[in-house]
């Protein structure tokens, strides 16, 4: 996979994880991702994918009727919900991952500029020691000729 989240990447991951579930080699599907919270707080969390939880929305079928038929639209949307779901989980992923690297590189130069600022003035203090030091000799060089 590249660095960044490409759905192309999800749908792939979504049609092995929903091979492997219907062919039923796994009873279970988790995500494991890392929630975006804010520059400092990434969450890590597991969630169920699969099998698929029954929520308690009811409908009533007379109604209303749409095209297609209920079997074809579940065949159509379970898949691109996963898809969608899995790159959901990698966008979360790919921002908690792009903010730690900026936390961490914004320490990194703060720190480079703290141990800049101390070498510089450690080269300062020695240059005006050799030059204090300079001058002395020069001071007490002309006294001895008097």
């Known amino acids: 996979m590249s660095e960044t989240a490409l759905y192309e990447d999800a749908e792939l991951i979504g049609k092995q994880i929903t091979s492997l ?3 039923e ?4 599907v988790y995500v494991a991702y890392t929630q975006f919270q804010s520059m400092l707080s ?3 969390r597991v969630e169920r994918l699969l099998p698929l939880s029954s929520g ?3 409908y009533e079928a ?5 095209g297609p038929d209920k079997d074809t639209f579940w065949q159509r949307a379970i ?8 790159f959901g989980a990698l966008l979360e992923s790919a921002a908690c991952e792009q ?3 900026m936390v961490n590189m914004d320490s990194a130069a703060n ?3 703290k141990i800049i600022n101390k070498l510089n003035l450690s080269y300062n203090r020695i240059r005006q020691a050799a030059i204090t030091q300079e001058i002395s000799e020069i001071v007490n060089g002309a006294n001895a000729l008097k």
């Open 99 to 101: 903010a730690a690297r």
């Open 25 to 28: 080699e796994v009873d279970e």
């Open 62 to 66: 007379n109604l209303v009727r749409y």
């Open 42 to 44: 990434h969450i890590p």
């Open 111 to 113: 720190n480079a500029t």
């Open 21 to 23: 579930y219907l062919s």
């Open 56 to 58: 308690p929305a009811k």
């Open 79 to 86: 898949p691109k919900y996963i898809t969608a779901y899995i």
